[in-house]
């Protein structure tokens, strides 16, 4: 006999079945018995990835290691960029180990899909997205004043510095050793150098200005 769709609900459990039968002459046996259901399969990515859900330029640099959970026993593979990697499964604990090549320079989204076949044949399939951002922009204005000099006039007053930088980055600009916070707003920078930081005379003085972005990337511009 074969038990119709939809009698036994969908889940992991105990199910005990009992089957009568009476012969010819009216004699009745009875036996009951128990079978394991098993339809579903725990599966799951540990989020966020990175401690901050984005993978930056130090993240890349090396292997990017993902982990999750799946029910015991179950074999897992997990997909990027077209290429299958087996997971280690301990207990109920998965992990992989993807290599820095599927994450390539740039801002965009990671596509990864995670694969897992349990001991009793039921797959589940995860599809996320993992954001990669590995690149930091910022820049120097040249020259920093309209001719190109910094006079007395000028030094007297302070010296601002100006750029661009990616929104919400922190830019600090360093002159012999002396470092200057810089103010951001939107995608610009900003900052005043004091008459103090500069001597007088003719040469050229060296800057550098540093920027790191929400993801952790540094950008570093420099002039002198």
Do not use: H
Not at 28 to 39: G, K, P, S, W, Y
Not at 87 to 95: H, K, L
Not at 110 to 115: A, D, P
Not at 205 to 215: E, K, N
């Amino acid at each position: 006999m074969s038990i119709p769709p939809g009698v036994l609900p969908a889940g992991r459990y105990e199910q005990s079945l009992t089957i009568s039968a009476t012969d010819k002459a009216g004699n009745t046996a009875e036996i009951t018995e128990t079978f394991l259901v098993d339809t579903v399969i725990g599966l799951g990515l540990d989020r966020p990835v990175s401690g901050d859900d984005v993978l930056n330029a130090d993240e890349v640099k090396g292997d990017v290691i993902l982990t999750g959970v799946v029910d015991e026993g179950a074999t897992v593979f997990v997909t990027v960029g077209g290429t299958d990697y087996s997971a280690t499964v301990e207990g109920e604990a998965w992990s992989v180990a993807i290599p820095a090549n599927e994450f390539p320079s740039g801002e965009y989204e990671q596509e990864v899909t995670v694969t897992a076949r349990d001991e009793a044949g039921n797959v589940g399939v995860l599809n996320e997205t993992l954001l990669v951002d590995t690149v930091a922009g910022l820049t120097l204005g040249i020259p920093v004043s309209e001719d190109g000099f910094i006079n007395e006039a000028e030094l007297a007053r302070g010296v601002t510095l100006s750029g661009t930088v990616e929104q919400g980055s922190a830019v600090f600009v360093e002159i012999d050793g002396r470092v200057f916070p810089a103010m951001v707003e939107g995608g610009s920078w900003s900052a005043i150098i004091p008459s103090d930081a500069l001597a007088r005379g003719v040469y050229d003085q060296a800057i550098t200005v540093t920027a790191t972005d929400p993801a952790g990337n540094t950008a570093v511009a420099s002039q002198s």
